[in-house]
């Protein structure tokens, strides 16, 4: 089935830094979006997009839905506590549009 | 406004036994997802139901796995017997209708099963 690659699997980093995360697909996708998922709970939305090129902020997090529409990346800004978890991506195909394809998360780590 | 709620939050069990998960979506939400949530693996979808109606089940691992969705506020996701490799964190999710801009799909805080 279809799959998103995300990177990087996880991230150290250190309280204050800015984090930034992509995902890439190698087919078409409708929708991006972005969740956070903490311990002991279920994903969280953080951004949807739904435009080629859209560029949407929510807070110190941005996140863009590539041109090609075959990829987005999500970036956080001056990084606090708080922000430590896994962050997913997912994607809505063109085929199947109901149906979230996502990516395999982004663990981050940050030292204070 | 209520989330996605699920029951029950924990639940350990010994192998053979029946396992029942049960899902109440947001009201109003036209779609009731099942996921399955492993190290290996990641985020499954395992079947999504519009309107009640299941509309693809190709998620669904073999026949031990089951999910129904009897009314627009309740469904179940049903595993007999249950085996050590079907212990996972399973999410229910809802959604409103496709085609409308801000349909994203909201999870429950998941069911954590152990089976041993």
């Known amino acids: 089935g279809q799959q998103l690659n995300q990177s990087p699997q996880s991230m150290f980093i250190q309280e204050g830094e800015d984090v930034s995360m992509n995902c890439t697909s190698s087919s078409i996708f409708n929708t991006w979006l972005w969740y956070k998922q903490d311990p002991g709970e279920g994903p969280v939305l953080l951004i949807a997009l739904y435009k080629a090129g859209e560029l949407t902020s929510n807070g110190r997090l941005t996140a863009q839905f590539g041109i090609t529409r075959k990829d987005s990346f999500l970036n956080i800004s001056a990084s606090i506590p708080s922000d430590v978890g896994i962050y997913f991506c997912a994607g809505r195909p063109i085929q199947g549009a109901q149906k979230l394809v996502f990516g395999q998360g982004t663990r981050l780590t940050i030292n204070p | 406004d209520a989330g996605v709620i699920q029951s029950p939050r924990h639940e350990v069990t010994e192998m053979g036994q029946e396992v029942t998960l049960r899902c109440k979506p947001i009201s109003g939400h036209d779609y009731l997802f099942w996921y399955r949530q492993t190290m290996m693996r990641g985020l499954e979808l395992l079947i999504y139901f519009n309107n009640n109606v299941p509309i693809d089940d190709s998620g669904m691992p073999e026949d031990r796995f089951s999910a129904k969705m009897p009314n627009a506020s309740f469904s179940t996701l049903k595993i007999q017997p249950s085996e050590p490799r079907d212990s996972a964190v399973y999410f229910c999710?809802?959604?409103?209708?496709?085609?409308?801009?801000?349909?994203?799909?909201?999870f429950g805080e998941g069911s954590w099963l152990t089976v041993v």
């Open positions: 999710a809802s959604s409103l209708q496709t085609g409308a801009i801000g349909n994203t799909i909201y």
